[in-house]
């Protein structure tokens, strides 16, 4: 019996084991069903796309060009990389900051067991839900036309949407402390602000820490690029390369680029285990 | 004498909450030193910050609202160009990784040379941004979608190919012993013991990089990669606000329903499978 896996003996154990993982792929046909949906979808993609036979052909023959004029990177614009390198970093640092400044007073007020009023609160959710939902690098756009140039809107536009994460969590953090400790302050006299800063924040900690950490990793991914549209960092240069067609000196950037997030997330993830 | 036997405990006690102390000032110093530091370097002024906030709320009354509901019909065509550029992308990176999970999953490739290798080129794939290559690749094959469906793929193989290899390490190699037991060859012990493992975790992540994709293909576009944030970043070059927010509601809006319905396709497959 070679190469036969279809007669199991009854009653062997892995071979039952064998058989469940039969009955976990389901019938055939549906299978077979679903990959011509998806492969004559994909066709259609394409064809609507106007990518045809010959586009692909020549995006090849176009990719292979730019990569003969890119290699080797330029390693001479190095050192010019090493200052908007660094602004990246502190705009992600400042933006993850006002984002967490932000979110404590904003989550507090829109967790449903301290907010003022349940509208404000129901308010406020759908406010995170939007500032989610639109692209930090969308943001920057708009804060550009509010305040001009610079990291000022690029820092703004991170706050911003980090609002959106981690108001949300924050508020989710603090709708899980336990209620006896709220009360217990509220007994003593506190006010609404030390029963937020004494009796929710100290409980909510671990979470708060752990999700600012994870906050900071994903805003130097996007304060890479904010640089872009004109708001601070070392996109400028990638953009500012790409478009001269110096594209040598473009593939530079985007080393500096990974190796700068990879960095930081090297840190983070230091960070995250020591806090946890 | 009861005295005596508490009196070490209180000691330790009070190193270990004087140790705490300093680290707790140690990290705060760090701290501010960081914050400063960024401050100095970034030139950002609270008061500048500040003083800019009339300006940013003048902005968002006059100029982005209210959203130009007739705008609407021009981002319907480009938004459906990003469903097609998104879906392209994820099917492709899809396949793709499946061959890069293979390669770096260290249970069924032996050559730590192939697993670091397939390993490597996914992590750097997924450190770059979609946008990145949205730039390089514009400049390489021009403006439109065909850059973005491009560096929408190399994004999505950079976190498909990672989470793929991840799960082929965590099937139950009891299966896999199992089929292989019966004398299968290499393919039919893929085929019978391995793959269907790694089939709910396949269509779950392949979904949900859908979904992203529709988010980054939003900002791919930004840069010139076609779709929606191409039409988006129009509006905004020419100063027309009120149709760019109506872009906006717009990206949102397609967000929350493809999402949305994604959610209930996987549920529904995996429910099957």
Redesign the interface.
């Known amino acids: 019996?070679?190469?036969?896996?279809s007669t199991?003996s009854a009653g062997d154990g892995?071979?039952a084991?064998?058989l469940?993982?039969?009955a976990?792929?389901?019938p055939k046909l549906?299978?077979y069903g679903?990959l011509i949906v998806?492969i004559v979808?994909?066709g259609y993609?394409?064809a609507?796309?106007?990518?045809d036979f010959q586009?692909m052909v020549r995006?090849v023959s176009?990719?292979t060009?730019?990569v003969d004029r890119?290699f080797p990177p330029d390693m001479e614009t190095l050192p010019r990389l090493w200052s908007p390198a660094?602004?990246t970093?502190?705009?992600a640092?400042?933006g993850t900051?006002l984002g967490i400044a932000l979110s404590l007073v904003l989550g507090a007020l829109a967790a449903a067991n301290l907010t003022p009023h349940w509208s404000v609160g129901f308010l406020l959710k759908t406010f995170f839900?939007?500032t989610r939902?639109?692209?930090a690098?969308?943001w920057a756009?708009?804060?550009i036309?509010?305040?001009g140039l610079?990291?000022?809107p690029g820092?703004?536009a991170l706050g911003v949407n980090s609002i959106g994460m981690l108001g949300k969590i924050f508020a989710e953090a603090f709708e899980e402390v336990d209620p006896g400790v709220i009360e217990a302050i509220r007994a003593a006299g506190g006010n609404p602000v030390q029963v937020v800063l004494q009796g929710v924040i100290p409980q909510a900690m671990p979470t708060l820490v752990s999700w600012s950490i994870f906050r900071l990793d994903i805003n130097i991914?996007?304060s890479?690029?904010l640089g872009?549209?004109g708001a601070?960092g070392i996109?400028w240069e990638?953009?500012r390369a790409?478009r001269m067609?110096d594209?040598p000196s473009?593939?530079t950037v985007?080393l500096v680029?990974?190796v700068t997030?990879?960095l930081i997330?090297l840190i983070t993830d230091q960070l995250r285990r020591r806090v946890q | 004498m009861k005295d005596g036997e508490l009196r070490p405990v209180f000691v330790r006690i009070d190193a270990e909450n004087r140790r705490q102390r300093i680290m707790f000032l140690v990290g705060l110093v760090v701290a501010v030193a960081i914050v400063w530091w960024s401050v100095e370097g970034t030139n950002f002024s609270l008061r500048a910050a500040l003083a800019g906030i009339p300006n940013i709320v003048r902005f968002l009354w006059e100029d982005l609202l209210p959203p130009r509901l007739s705008a609407a019909g021009r981002y319907l065509m480009p938004a459906i160009e990003t469903l097609y550029m998104s879906y392209v992308a994820a099917v492709v990176a899809a396949f793709v990784s499946i061959g890069f999970g293979i390669l770096g999953a260290s249970n069924l490739v032996r050559n730590p040379l192939v697993r670091y290798g397939s390993r490597a080129v996914v992590s750097f794939l997924r450190a770059v941004p979609d946008v990145v290559w949205g730039v390089l690749l514009v400049g390489a094959v021009g403006i439109g979608p065909v850059a973005g469906v491009i560096s929408l793929t190399l994004g999505a193989i950079g976190m498909l190919g990672k989470n793929f290899a991840d799960a082929f390490e965590d099937i139950d190699p009891g299966q896999v012993e199992a089929v292989r037991a019966t004398g299968a060859s290499a393919v039919q012990v893929f085929v019978q013991g391995v793959w269907p493992q790694f089939v709910p975790a396949f269509i779950s992540w392949s979904f949900y990089r859908f979904d992203l994709n529709i988010r980054s293909a939003a900002i791919v576009g930004v840069v010139g990669g076609g779709g929606i944030g191409f039409a988006l970043i129009t509006n905004i070059r020419l100063f027309q606000y009120q149709s760019a927010s109506m872009g906006i509601l717009f990206i949102f809006g397609m967000i929350i329903v493809i999402e949305f319905l994604t959610a209930r396709a996987r549920d529904a497959i995996l429910g099957r499978a």
Do not use: D, N
């Not at chain 1, 019996?1 to 896996?5: C, E, K």
């Not at chain 1, 609507?48 to 990518?51: A, D, N, S, T, W």
């Open positions: 019996m070679t190469g036969t896996v199991p892995r071979h084991a064998v469940r993982g039969y976990r792929r389901g549906v299978t679903i998806i979808l994909l993609s394409l609507q796309l106007g990518l586009r995006g176009q990719i060009a730019f890119a660094i602004a970093v502190q705009i640092l400042l900051l839900a939007l939902a639109i692209p690098l969308i756009l708009l804060f036309a509010a305040v610079g990291a000022l820092i703004l991914r996007y890479s690029i872009i549209v601070g996109g990638l953009q790409s067609g594209y473009a593939i985007t680029i990974f997030v990879y997330e």
